[in-house]
């Protein structure tokens, strides 16, 4: 039973434009969201993060929207560049957890020049 | 600043043989720790957690067990591989508040033949 879902296994973005990948959950006890960026045998890398008391974190060309009602979170990247390309990862945590984070299985971003 | 080191990168291990990776954390002390797995083509999946020497938590049960001998030593041992036991093994700390991300070492790419 997938907690935390990200059903495009694959995106392809032009460079410049805007990269939007989502990510759907299940359980509402997640009060906590992150995304990373995984690059082929390297390990996970903190990107960005939400806590379920706002809707939007931005940060450079990053944005994550939380959307509760919908248990929906995406992440914007504007504008893309070709070293976006990478697998996304997102992310949540349960309230009063001893943070262990329950991911997604990941979208492969690939930003063409 | 805190680093976080994990070795070896590759192992080629057969079936049957024991095994163990070590993580150590560098620049803080009373880490959360953690192993996760990365099996091909799949998301991270959650092994062992510890909020302190001596506590582990399993999240799957398995053929692999975890040990933390010291504050900043999370240790990954296996009395016999599976073949199943290949992947991409990824070790990770957190500190400080509950909106704290998880850092992540570059893993350790396991092949078990």
């Known amino acids: 039973d997938q907690q935390v879902k990200q059903n495009s296994p694959s995106l392809s973005v032009q460079e410049g434009r805007i990269s939007i990948l989502n990510c759907d959950y299940t359980n509402s006890m997640f009060d906590y969201f992150l995304w990373y960026k995984k690059y082929p045998a390297e390990g996970p890398t903190f990107l960005i993060s939400?806590?379920?008391?706002?809707d939007k974190n931005e940060d450079g060309r990053f944005t994550v929207f939380l959307n509760k009602s919908a248990k929906h979170l995406s992440l914007h990247i504007v504008p893309s560049q070709p070293g976006d390309s990478a697998v996304y990862f997102c992310?949540?945590?349960?309230?009063?957890?001893?943070?262990?984070?329950?991911f997604g299985s990941g979208t492969q971003l690939t930003v063409l020049p | 600043s805190q680093t976080i080191h994990q070795w070896p990168a590759t192992l080629v291990q057969p079936v049957g043989s024991p095994l163990s990776l070590e993580c150590t954390v560098e620049?803080?002390?009373?880490?959360?720790l953690y192993w996760y797995r990365q099996a091909a083509g799949r998301g991270l999946q959650l092994l062992f957690y510890?909020?302190?020497?001596?506590?582990i938590s399993s999240e799957v049960p398995q053929n692999l067990s975890a040990s933390r001998p010291q504050d900043r030593q999370f240790i990954l041992s296996s009395k016999k591989l599976l073949l199943s036991d290949s992947g991409f093994y990824l070790c990770a700390w957190c500190g400080g508040t509950h909106l704290s991300p998880l850092h992540f070492g570059n893993g350790t790419r396991l092949t078990v033949t």
């Open positions: 992310a949540a945590v349960l309230s009063g957890s001893a943070r262990q984070l329950t």
């Open positions: 620049g803080t002390s009373n880490p959360n």
């Open positions: 939400i806590s379920s008391i706002k």
């Open positions: 510890s909020v302190g020497i001596g506590q």
